[in-house]
């Protein structure tokens, strides 16, 4: 095979590596935040590992919580936003232990609630 030819096939691997790269960069970036942030909390609710959880401050739009994993401690933050309707008028009600989902490979990816699952714990009304 002369030089000629294989800088020819070199180049058009390139161009059909860098095409590729421009296609799945320009898809991910058509997928908008919210649909993105479901993902992720679908995704950590089926493969995600149970934990413990305390949850600091809750406000209409924010739950913020802290837990420990394998002797490491995180404080992390839910954007509540598409799943308000799921949760109590008051709350603040939520303050308190509760259950998280985390991911195995990075522990500080975590959710305390999603579309398909709670770990959040309600107290009754006569409390």
């Known amino acids: 095979m002369s030089p000629g030819t294989k800088l020819i096939l070199l180049g058009a691997a390139g161009v059909g590596t860098v095409s590729f790269g421009a296609r799945v960069a320009l898809r991910m970036l058509r997928v908008n935040p919210e649909k993105r942030e479901r993902k992720r909390r679908l995704e950590l609710h089926r493969h995600g590992r149970l934990g413990d959880a305390l949850v600091t401050e809750a406000t209409e739009m924010m739950l913020y919580y802290a837990y420990s994993v394998r002797g490491v401690q995180y404080e992390a933050s839910q954007d509540l936003g598409g799943l308000r309707h799921l949760l109590p008028a008051e709350p603040e009600r939520l303050i308190g232990p509760a259950s998280l989902k985390y991911s195995t490979r990075n522990p500080g990816n975590s959710i305390l609630i999603c579309e398909e699952w709670s770990g959040l714990r309600?107290?009754?009304?006569?409390?």
């Open 122 to 127: 309600v107290p009754s009304q006569a409390a």
